[in-house]
């Protein structure tokens, strides 16, 4: 197993450098290309409230002006890709329809990089963080700092769909990792499930694993976080739980939690 494409989102901002830097950093792990793909707000989703007769007056006025944000921020998200130094790469430009070209992209990517701003709600991005993960059930990957290819990956694992997804999803990542810890806390879920079946799924693989039982029956989330910091891992691996989209922000109580840490970097499947 490998990653031949890896893709990072961009909105023409201050922190697409930053993205692309990680996903330089995963792609050349593999060899790999990075696609870096311009994500504008779509003028097509903005016409139909802009009422009968919008390209006169104001209306037309505002349409120009979003055009004209589009420009400049491909603009600058071509310049943030000519200053990354990694030579297997492409600019992608999306126009519309935006989400359905950036759902296309994304299914012929292994995985996608984002910040945290998106990962939490904010920004230019963050609708495409949802529909990436969410919808499509893309595996993405959240760059934080010290995120490391080769170093400590922890995966937290209960048996279920989302986090053995997650768990199968990023062999390629735990492959080249220097340690792999399995993280599981039986008595923080109903679900019986016994982490030596992981273990063996990745020994299959080539991929040697420990395993860590935690004790607590509290929440995930913060058992999980701590015992990952403890680990030193660079990256947690983790199914991302969700709601059904009928609240402005989708995901569960979790994966809210990881997303609002500051480390490590997380590679969430959902």
């Known amino acids: 197993m490998t990653w031949a494409r890896i893709m990072a989102p961009l909105s023409g901002g201050e922190s697409d450098r ?25 003028v097509a989703d903005v016409m139909p409230w802009m009422g009968e007769g919008f390209m006169g007056g104001v209306q037309a006025t505002a349409l120009e002006s979003l055009k004209e944000a589009a420009a400049v921020g491909e603009r600058k998200a071509r310049e943030a890709m000519d200053g990354v130094a990694y030579g297997n790469k492409a600019f992608i430009a999306l126009e519309t329809p935006v989400w359905a070209n950036l759902s296309a992209e994304s299914r012929l990517s292994d995985v996608v990089i984002f910040s945290d701003e998106p990962a939490r709600g904010r920004g230019a991005l963050a609708e495409a963080f949802q529909e990436l993960l969410a919808d499509e059930q893309r595996p993405v990957i959240i760059a934080r700092p010290g995120l490391k290819v080769g170093g400590v990956v922890a995966v937290a694992w209960d048996g279920g769909k989302e986090a053995s997804r997650a768990a199968r999803q990023s062999t390629p990542l735990l492959q080249k990792a220097e340690k792999v810890v399995i993280l599981t806390a039986p008595r923080a879920t109903s679900r019986a499930h016994d982490p030596a079946r992981l273990h063996d799924y990745y020994a299959a693989r080539g991929v040697k694993a420990e395993v860590e ?36 922000f989708i995901f569960g109580g979790t994966t809210r939690s990881l997303l609002a840490a500051d480390a490590p970097s997380l590679f969430l499947s959902h």
Do not use: C, N, W
Not at 21 to 30: D, K, Q, R, S
Not at 219 to 236: F, Q, R, S, V
């Open 18 to 42: 930053a993205v692309l830097e990680a996903g330089a950093l995963i792609a050349g792990a593999f060899d790999a290309r990075l696609a870096g793909v311009y994500t504008p707000a779509d």
């Open 213 to 248: 039982v935690l004790p607590d029956s509290g929440e995930a989330a913060p058992m999980l976080l701590y015992a990952a910091k403890k680990a030193g891992a660079d990256i947690l691996v983790a199914g991302a739980f969700g709601h059904p989209r009928l609240q402005e």
